[in-house]
C-alpha cells in the first residue's frame, strides 16, 4: 500500500494561511487522497478529499500536485480552532478503512 | 441532526476484567468502523461492518477482542480479559456509504486497565 509522509509539526500565526504538505510518491491511479484533522480529546473529522484536481469547500483546499506525488492542504485564515492534528491518507476508490500516520500537529499562535 | 455517541466516554478496569463498549452510528449508515488509538498515535483500524454483516476484522489484535452489530445499527466492541496493552482510546466511525465515503467519527471511549 501506498504511504504518505507528513511533517511532525508546523507553527502558523492565527489569521495567517496554513499550507500543509503531504509526500505520497508511491501514489496509484486509483489512490483518493483525503485529510481528516484531530482537535484534542475529540475523534477525527473529515476535512476534505480529491483525485486530480485542486478542490475547495468550506473548511479548507486541497492542492494536488500534477503527477499526484504530493499534496498540500490549505487553511486560508488559521484561527485557534485549527490547532490540531491533520492526517493525510490515502484511499482506494473501493476501499473504506482509513489508514492514520503520524500526521502533523498543528500550533496556532493567537 | 446526532452524530455518533460512544459510551461509557472513560472505562477503567482491572486487568483480567471483561469490558463491553457501545456505539450509537448515525441512523441510516450503512458502514460502521472501529479504530483504536494508543496514546500520540494514529488511529489503527480494527475492524467494519456493512449493516450487519463484519466484513474485515483484520485489525483486531487478538481473539480477546470481539465486535458484533446484530441490527445492523449500534454496535458493541468487547474485550475480554483486558491487558494493560488494551488501554487507549477506541473509536467508532459511520458512513453513509460502502466504500469511500466521508466517515463520521464518535468521540472514542478511553479505556485505562490497571
Known amino acids: 500500500d501506498a504511504k504518505t509522509t507528513q511533517p511532525n509539526s508546523m507553527e502558523s500565526n492565527e489569521e495567517e494561511p496554513v499550507h500543509l504538505p503531504c509526500n505520497h510518491s508511491t501514489i496509484s491511479g486509483t489512490d483518493y487522497i483525503h485529510w481528516y484533522r484531530q482537535l484534542p480529546s475529540q475523534g477525527p473529522e473529515y476535512v476534505i478529499h480529491g483525485l486530480t484536481s485542486n478542490v475547495n469547500n468550506r473548511m479548507a483546499s486541497l492542492a494536488i500536485a500534477e503527477d499526484r506525488k504530493s499534496s498540500t492542504l490549505i487553511l486560508h485564515r488559521a484561527t485557534l480552532r485549527d490547532a490540531a492534528v491533520y492526517y493525510c491518507i490515502l484511499l482506494k476508490a473501493a476501499g473504506n478503512k482509513l489508514t492514520f500516520g503520524g500526521g502533523t500537529r498543528v500550533l496556532v499562535k493567537p | 441532526g446526532a452524530g455518533v455517541s460512544q459510551s461509557p466516554r472513560y472505562k477503567v478496569a482491572k486487568r483480567g476484567q471483561d469490558v463491553a463498549l457501545r456505539c450509537d452510528p448515525i441512523?441510516?449508515?450503512?458502514?460502521l468502523f472501529w479504530y483504536q488509538q494508543a496514546l500520540g498515535q494514529g488511529p489503527e483500524f480494527l475492524t467494519y461492518f456493512q449493516n450487519e454483516a463484519q466484513l474485515d476484522k483484520s485489525g483486531l489484535p487478538s481473539d480477546r477482542f470481539f465486535a458484533e452489530r446484530p441490527e445492523g445499527s449500534v454496535s458493541t466492541l468487547k474485550i475480554q480479559r483486558t491487558q494493560q496493552e488494551d488501554s487507549a482510546v477506541y473509536l467508532c466511525a459511520s458512513s453513509l456509504r460502502r466504500v469511500t465515503g466521508e466517515q463520521y467519527f464518535g468521540p472514542g471511549t478511553r479505556l485505562t486497565v490497571t
Open positions: 441512523s441510516g449508515h450503512v458502514s
